[in-house]
């Protein structure tokens, strides 16, 4: 009987209510309820999950809690009587965290579990476990209110546990901690693979920090000169327009994709960033050629990168990357023989990999980055989530490599499939449903983009 407070939809929306109000000091009046949360208020009494305070309010203005033992006011004493009925009846609860921890117990599968009593927000790095440490911990709080399963931290070794999901997790924990671990594992990974490239994971996602204050920096070159570009940018960010526009390029990527792994390198020998799916990797290489980028021209060093992503990544040290495509970037690119420079590029890699290959302009990021800075965060969020479409991009990437790769680059059809995922995501309070509907195999995004192709043509 008391799990069910925990995992049936509507007793989980009562308690969760109630102990929102208790652990912040207050109670739930009666008279705030509809009549069928009373009802559930009233099984939780039954049910010993919620406590119940009857008042009444005495003519000398003294309020009342009602009892068995009290037959006056204690401070006029006019008798009260047995039928008296009560002014004001309000509920509160003491149920947690007794109510998870008969559940879940102090520890579950290598994560030690912690019982915090705040919103995410009173959470301070004293209360964290850094990187590295033999330590993972769970937290969990009826506060915790996040759009997806968990939230995690990079860097620290913690794990939050969005309340909404805690029936989810008491009902199936070792599969909800299998997932957890597993999520763990791969932003580990991502974190080797960034040192081992001398670059850094970036946060440019739902709750990072963005790099530029406005997309006019991605398409400055379009309205001054390089040279003028490059002197406001080191006034502006302390750093060349030429490095800026590869972190323009992995800021893109971030806000594109903000629930995959993006870290930004671009050393010696190194593209300008990977992008880490689930089970997929892919290289990008920034370039802010004024004059139009061509693909052949570079293809000799990105077939470096290839070469050297297969045999020291995919190789005995980290097995499970599996590059899988190329996102080109660049101000504009020349188009002159464009779908052969493509072939050709794609021929030469044949023997490393399969590779699949966009190529993104300047005016295609700032008008993504423009429709879709808010479409994957609502605050509380996160930057990582486990999400079993969201994590994984399949359907958005393979729209994105047909749409932006084989034959051309084509700005309307990349529109399309920017304006798709908006539509997708209208409903803001259903955002990650709507997302996770519109992001699998055979899906709504991929219909809906077929549709207005089919449409404009």
């Not at 709750?207 to 001054?224: F, I, N």
């Not at 490095?243 to 903000?258: H, V, W, Y």
């Not at 004059?291 to 190789?315: L, M, T």
């Not at 409903?427 to 519109?438: F, N």
């Amino acid at each position: 009987m008391t799990r069910s407070w925990l995992t049936d939809d509507k007793r989980h929306a009562a308690l969760t209510q109630v102990l929102r109000k208790s652990l912040n000091g207050g109670s739930v009046r009666k008279s705030e309820l509809e009549d069928t949360r009373v009802d559930l208020y009233e099984s939780g009494v039954d049910n010993g999950i919620i406590e119940k305070d009857c008042i009444i309010i005495c003519s000398c203005g003294k309020y009342i809690l009602l009892s068995p033992n009290r037959d006056e006011c204690p401070q006029c004493a006019e008798p009260i009587e047995d039928t008296t009925s009560p002014d004001i009846i309000q509920y509160h609860s003491n149920a947690y965290p007794s109510i998870v921890k008969n559940e879940l117990g102090e520890s579950h599968n290598e994560f030690k579990i912690r019982y915090d009593r705040v919103p995410f927000e009173e959470i301070g790095i004293k209360d964290l476990e850094p990187i590295p440490s033999g330590d993972q911990y769970l937290h969990i709080s009826p506060f915790y209110d996040f759009e997806g399963p968990i939230y995690t931290i990079p860097n620290f070794n913690d794990v939050f546990v969005s309340w909404r999901y805690i029936g989810e997790l008491i009902d199936d924990s070792d599969n909800f901690f299998d997932d957890a671990e597993n999520f763990l594992n791969r932003l580990d990974n991502g974190r080797r693979l960034a040192d081992s490239k001398d670059g850094k994971i970036l946060l440019t996602g739902p709750d990072g920090k963005p790099t530029a204050t406005d997309t006019s920096w991605y398409t400055k070159l379009h309205r001054t000169t390089k040279s003028r570009a490059k002197r406001q940018s080191e006034a502006r960010f302390d750093r060349g327009y030429n490095e800026q526009f590869e972190r323009l390029g992995n800021e893109f990527l971030s806000i594109l994709t903000p629930h995959a792994i993006n870290i930004q390198a671009g050393g010696q020998n190194e593209p300008d960033g990977y992008l880490i799916t689930r089970d997929r990797a892919y290289i990008i290489e920034a370039k802010c050629y004024s004059n139009g980028f061509k693909i052949f021209s570079e293809q000799d060093k990105a077939n470096r990168y290839v070469r050297n992503f297969v045999n020291a990544v995919d190789g005995e040290k980290y097995t499970d990357f599996n590059l899988s495509g190329y996102i080109f970037i660049s101000h504009e690119f020349k188009e002159n023989q464009f779908r052969k420079d493509l072939q050709s590029f794609k021929k030469s890699n044949e023997t490393f990999a399969s590779l699949d290959v966009a190529c993104i302009t300047d005016r295609m990021m700032a008008s993504a980055v423009e429709r879709l800075t808010d479409l994957y965060r609502r605050k509380p969020s996160a930057a990582y989530r486990i999400r079993s479409s969201t994590d994984y991009y399949y359907d958005f990437f393979e729209n994105l490599f047909e749409l932006t790769g084989p034959n051309r680059i084509n700005v309307d059809e990349f529109e399309v499939l920017m304006e798709s995922l908006e539509e997708i995501a209208k409903k803001k309070t259903l955002l990650e449903k709507h997302l996770e509907e519109g992001q699998t195999r055979n899906s709504l995004l991929t219909n809906k983009v077929r549709n207005k192709l089919s449409a404009e043509s």
